[in-house]
């Protein structure tokens, strides 16, 4: 004689409780939610001028021109400049024009790793600011 309980069946006695799975998936999925809000992504500001076609004022004060080839040369004053040497040409230049603004003339081609470098050496000479200028085919 088999031992069973009344009432149940083998197929009744054989299945899982899917319950707690389930609460467990539902936590994991509102921690997801409530984690994945607070992500930041990281990025550079960029300074770019509105396009105007006006020439400036003659009073107005000298800026730093800076220029960045499509080959990731640096220029400044008509010579290549080194990328090591890019902050203290700034910091000279500054030195002549206390006021002035530091403008890059980056061809779209060049890498952004050239310009964060000239930005990042205008910023450590004490540049006022810091203007993109985007060119095609410098």
């Given at each position: 004689?088999?031992r069973?309980?009344?009432?149940?069946?083998?197929?009744?006695?054989?299945?899982?409780?899917?319950?707690?799975?389930?609460?467990?998936?539902?936590?994991?999925?509102?921690?997801?939610?409530?984690?994945?809000?607070?992500?930041?992504?990281?990025?550079?500001?960029?300074?770019?001028?509105?396009?105007?076609?006006?020439?400036?004022?003659?009073?107005?004060?000298?800026?730093?021109?800076?220029?960045?080839?499509?080959?990731n040369?640096?220029?400044?004053?008509?010579?290549?400049?080194?990328?090591?040497?890019?902050?203290?040409?700034?910091?000279?230049?500054?030195?002549?024009?206390?006021?002035?603004?530091?403008?890059?003339?980056?061809?779209?081609?060049?890498?952004?790793?050239?310009?964060?470098?000239?930005?990042?050496?205008?910023?450590?000479?004490?540049?006022?600011?810091?203007?993109?200028?985007?060119?095609?085919?410098?």
């Amino acid at each position: 004689m088999s031992r069973r309980k009344k009432g149940r069946s083998s197929d009744e006695a054989s299945e899982i409780d899917l319950t707690p799975m389930l609460d467990v998936v539902f936590i994991m999925l509102i921690f997801f939610i409530v984690t994945a809000s607070f992500v930041k992504e990281i990025g550079i500001d960029v300074n770019i001028p509105e396009k105007n076609d006006t020439p400036p004022p003659p009073d107005a004060p000298q800026n730093i021109l800076v220029r960045i080839s499509a080959d990731n040369q640096i220029w400044m004053d008509n010579r290549r400049v080194d990328e090591v040497a890019v902050r203290s040409n700034i910091e000279r230049m500054r030195a002549e024009l206390p006021k002035a603004a530091v403008i890059i003339s980056a061809d779209i081609k060049a890498n952004t790793g050239a310009y964060v470098l000239v930005a990042d050496a205008a910023r450590e000479a004490g540049a006022p600011s810091v203007v993109l200028i985007p060119k095609s085919g410098t």
